[in-house]
């Protein structure tokens, strides 16, 4: 019998040691900085697009979110990925380890991308991509920590030729960055040319941040096909645009590019932009509510903000948003009301996040204005159409990714 008691008593002491211990663990959660990191090209070929752009739109986001959420304050920090794997998950191992930072967002680069994808889903943090384009972040390397936010190479590469196909615009080359975006972006267009009866003639890929396009050029007008296409983003998109201009292939040949950021057009100038048709995921002259905002970000960058600033102010508030209906910070918890919760702002109304972790909201279709179209600083944008949401991304039916099945 006292053997019993002894027991019963130790027993008692046990579950209140652990039932404190939990209480402790969660006041001190609940206590400490919420840490949002922002990693990104500072100074490289997305600079401009992404950057400290990005930077001040997620602290944008802290400040409308009151810089804390019960009594965690809310902290930034940011760095620049330099476009390299090693670097990029070294900084995030770093602040997750160390600094205790418990989400990732925008990651320009998609092979940076898919490397913090495996890494936040092995330390149970969340990533955000914003600027990332390929689909495999959905699709076979798909995570329950990852959310593409914006856009990918489906949007944008196959809604694009799908659109340019029908008009009769058939035979394609493709000038391709040689890593993970142009790959996807040029097998996305592709599918959907060969879907809709049109031919891939040709292509050639360029390294990431390239001068100089000229023999790629030669190769392309060579191969007479009537659709040159650059799958590639930033100053590659910028000087290839540029150049295919100043080799006279404009007159003869119909330039698009399906990831092009309102920076670019910009950096062009509309002489040289004009009449590009391709797919968007935010325009800051759309509606009272995104030029409201964008009016803001201006204000502090002397700059529009691109789609992919737009989709970090987007999917940090909606994560801060989701710690304060979980009343935690804990990964899965947030996780959790992160999709349950729908997306609504100025960057997406009544947005979802599937299932294979795409955030999926409606697209715009969009053509660059003529000089003369254009009646003020950085109108720069016809909206030809919007793609709804079911539309714009791949089906879920279609889906590689394995959550999915």
């Not at 008692?12 to 969660?26: E, I, K, M, N, R």
């Not at 090209?41 to 990005?54: E, H, R, V």
């Not at 000229?214 to 930033?234: R, T």
Request: net charge neutral; proline share 4%; aromatic share 8%.
């Amino acid at each position: 019998m006292k053997n019993q008691k002894k027991q019963i008593k130790a027993l008692a002491f046990l579950v209140c040691g652990v039932l404190f211990g939990t209480v402790a663990t969660q006041a001190q959660t609940q206590d400490r900085p919420i840490k949002i990191g922002v990693l990104s090209d500072m100074s490289g070929p997305y600079a401009d697009q992404a950057g400290l752009g990005s930077v001040e739109a997620a602290r944008m986001a802290i400040e409308d979110a009151g810089n804390k959420i019960g009594n965690q304050p809310i902290e930034l920090v940011s760095a620049d990925h330099q476009h390299k794997t090693d670097v990029a998950t070294s900084i995030v191992r770093h602040w997750i380890d160390v600094d205790g930072v418990d989400v990732i967002a925008d990651m320009p680069n998609s092979g940076v991308a898919l490397a913090v994808q495996a890494l936040v889903k092995e330390k149970n943090k969340i990533a955000l991509f914003a600027t990332a384009a390929t689909t495999e972040l959905t699709g076979k390397q798909c995570s329950p920590n990852g959310i593409q936010w914006v856009y990918d190479a489906y949007s944008n590469a196959a809604g694009l030729a799908k659109a340019l196909v029908a008009q009769g615009d058939k035979s394609w080359f493709f000038l391709t960055v040689d890593y993970a975006l142009g790959i996807s972006l040029q097998a996305e267009a592709s599918k959907a040319i060969a879907a809709a009866g049109g031919t891939v003639v040709g292509s050639v890929r360029h390294p990431l941040n390239n001068p100089d396009f000229s023999s790629f050029l030669l190769q392309a007008q060579a191969s007479d096909a009537k659709v040159i296409a650059f799958a590639n983003a930033g100053s590659d998109t910028i000087n290839s645009v540029k150049q295919a201009g100043e080799f006279g292939l404009t007159k003869n040949h119909v330039i698009v590019a399906p990831l092009v950021y309102i920076s670019d057009i910009h950096s062009m100038g509309l002489p040289m932009a004009q009449g590009l048709t391709y797919i968007e995921g935010f325009y800051w002259d759309l509606n009272d509510d995104t030029r409201a905002w964008s009016k803001r970000f201006f204000e502090r960058r002397k700059a529009m903000p691109t789609m992919t600033h737009a989709g970090v102010y987007s999917a940090v508030s909606h994560y801060l948003k989701a710690v304060k209906a979980a009343g935690t910070s804990d990964t899965q918890a947030v996780l959790a009301k992160m999709r349950e919760m729908p997306v609504d702002d100025f960057f997406s109304r009544g947005g979802t996040i599937r299932k294979d972790g795409r955030m999926a909201h409606d697209m715009l279709l969009v053509q660059v204005k003529t000089p003369a179209e254009s009646k003020y600083p950085w109108d720069y944008y016809k909206v030809l159409a919007t793609l709804p949401a079911d539309q714009a991304f791949r089906p879920l039916s279609e889906s590689e990714c394995p959550l999915v099945k």
